[in-house]
């Protein structure tokens, strides 16, 4: 629980922040701050759950400051995950980074390895004709591979994309040492906050994830009618660099 620990106190060290919206979508959560700041992340279906919380967090999610909301970083659960780290990225955001089209650049020879579906960032490197070797417990294809595999496949691995939900259900601290061994580890978000430091000592060299370049809340509206973070006119894709 260490690394979730520092994640929380590092994210706590910012002022903290009234929510004035709260959204938790199909796809996509949001948590927009009455100072103007605003989070995102990934929303993982309920059927790819793992583990499902037998209670009603309702009323204490609305009751909720951010770093009320933060501090859910810790908890197993999908959906209160997304959202401390919706809140934890509002607090934290990642600085201004290329776009995503600058992978293919750096991942020269076209080959990577993906802990965790995203059938968005599989369906680009699809479209770039990427070889793909994807560990994922809840889909068959030819290069879809189970989880229990990850350990012998991704040694030698040139570049590694892990979903941010290998870090909820802790998959991400279990891999590290291939990470160290790659060319380079994605992170990818969103629902990540900046914090470069605990990211590069789990040797992971990039941060991949969505910033607002419109109105947070246009990004809030179109999330809560089931769109996807790939697909909101208001979000631009970017890769950061972590040094």
Do not use: C
Not at 9 to 15: D, L, M, Q, T
Not at 95 to 104: D, I, N, S, W
Not at 185 to 208: A, C, D, K, M, S
Not at 229 to 238: A, I, R, V
């Amino acid at each position: 629980m260490r690394l979730f620990e520092a994640l929380v106190e590092e994210v706590e060290r910012e002022s903290d922040g009234a929510v004035e919206t709260l959204l938790l979508g199909w796809r996509g959560a949001a948590v927009l701050l009455d100072d103007g700041r605003a989070g995102l992340a990934r929303v993982f279906l309920a059927e790819e759950a793992s583990r499902r919380s037998s209670r009603d967090p309702a009323a204490d999610l609305l009751a909720a400051s951010a770093h009320g909301l933060a501090r859910l970083l810790v908890s197993p659960y999908p959906q209160e995950f997304a959202l401390a780290g919706a809140a934890a990225e509002a607090l934290l955001p990642p600085p201004p980074g290329l776009p995503a089209e600058a992978l293919r650049s750096l991942a020269r020879e076209g080959r990577a390895s993906v802990v965790g579906y995203d059938p968005d960032l599989t369906l680009l490197f699809r479209s770039w004709r990427w070889e793909l070797s994807i560990f994922d417990d809840f889909r068959k294809a030819p290069d879809v591979y189970p989880s229990w595999t990850e350990n012998h496949l991704l040694q030698g691995a040139p570049w590694v994309f892990i979903s941010s939900d290998a870090l909820r259900d802790r998959r991400i601290l279990s891999l590290a040492p291939h990470f160290r061994r790659s060319e380079g580890t994605v992170l990818v978000g969103p629902g990540l906050p900046w914090t470069p430091r605990l990211y590069r000592e789990l040797g992971i060299t990039h941060l991949l994830s969505p910033s607002i370049v419109g109105e947070p809340r246009a990004v809030a509206l179109f999330l809560g009618a089931g769109g996807g973070l790939w697909e909101s006119p208001d979000l631009e894709w970017q890769l950061r660099r972590i040094e």
